[in-house]
């Protein structure tokens, strides 16, 4: 399973963007990135996937290195409910089915 | 469109006993994993079941088993209880590349069922 690596923590400014990297120097071609958010006392919660292009949605943008080794997960203004454990993950469902492997994630605080 | 349920939410079980948990997936959903959740191990994956077969195995010991059925429901089991089995577990259920437009899909966790073994 190829592996991501994540800062242990980070901290944000409420209505201040927020860029979260992961590196997955392993990444193979049929991996696709995932990002994973766990709130306190809930499941985790998806937040957005891409393969090699930059993919926004309604909660994130995700921007992916041209080599696909790294990618940073980009809040547009953080609010306090985005304070959560981010979780950057290689998914290969063609390969491994819909297992999904969660390293140790990177704890976001945000300050009022 | 209902989410994943997970049943019970709580359970205290005693060092010897077994427990099964139970996990609905959402509607259409073919796809269940099964994940342990502790503060000194993280968020571990135990199996995966796909039509009901297991495709994908964590390491973990015998104890931990599962099973699917043929509407998609799963339930795991953990025999001979024992304290680090403490936990969280959670359930996560997807739909397959290809079902629908999709070519690669998300996982939808449900709540969790938070296991204390006495």
């Known amino acids: 399973d190829a592996k991501t690596t994540q800062p242990n923590s980070m901290e944000s400014n409420e209505e201040e963007p927020v860029h979260l990297p992961c590196n997955h120097s392993t990444i193979s071609g049929t991996d696709y990135i995932h990002w994973y958010r766990q709130l306190p006392s809930q499941g985790p919660e998806y937040v957005i996937h891409g393969l090699t292009s930059n993919v926004n949605n309604r909660m994130a943008s995700l921007a992916i290195a041209e080599d696909r080794k790294s990618s940073t997960l980009i809040l547009h203004r953080a609010t306090l409910r985005d304070a959560a454990v981010y979780y950057c993950i290689l998914r290969d469902f063609y390969n491994q089915g819909g297992k999904l492997i969660f390293g140790q994630g990177t704890e976001l605080s945000v300050k009022p | 469109k209902a989410g994943v349920t997970q049943t019970p939410r709580y359970l205290i079980k005693t060092r010897g006993q077994q427990v099964t948990l139970s996990c609905s997936p959402i509607s259409g959903h073919r796809s269940v994993s099964w994940y342990q959740q502790t503060p000194g191990q993280g968020l571990q994956f135990l199996f995966e079941?796909?039509?009901?077969?297991?495709?994908n195995k964590g390491n973990f010991p015998g104890r931990f088993s599962g099973r699917q059925f043929s509407n998609s429901r799963s339930e795991m089991n953990v025999s001979t209880l024992e304290l680090g089995d403490s936990a969280l577990y959670l359930c996560?259920?997807?739909?397959?590349?290809?079902?629908?437009?999709?070519?690669?899909?998300?996982?939808?966790f449900g709540q969790g069922t938070r296991l204390t073994v006495v």
């Open positions: 996560a259920s997807s739909l397959e590349p290809g079902q629908g437009t999709r070519m690669n899909t998300e996982a939808f």
């Open positions: 079941y796909f039509s009901e077969t297991q495709r």
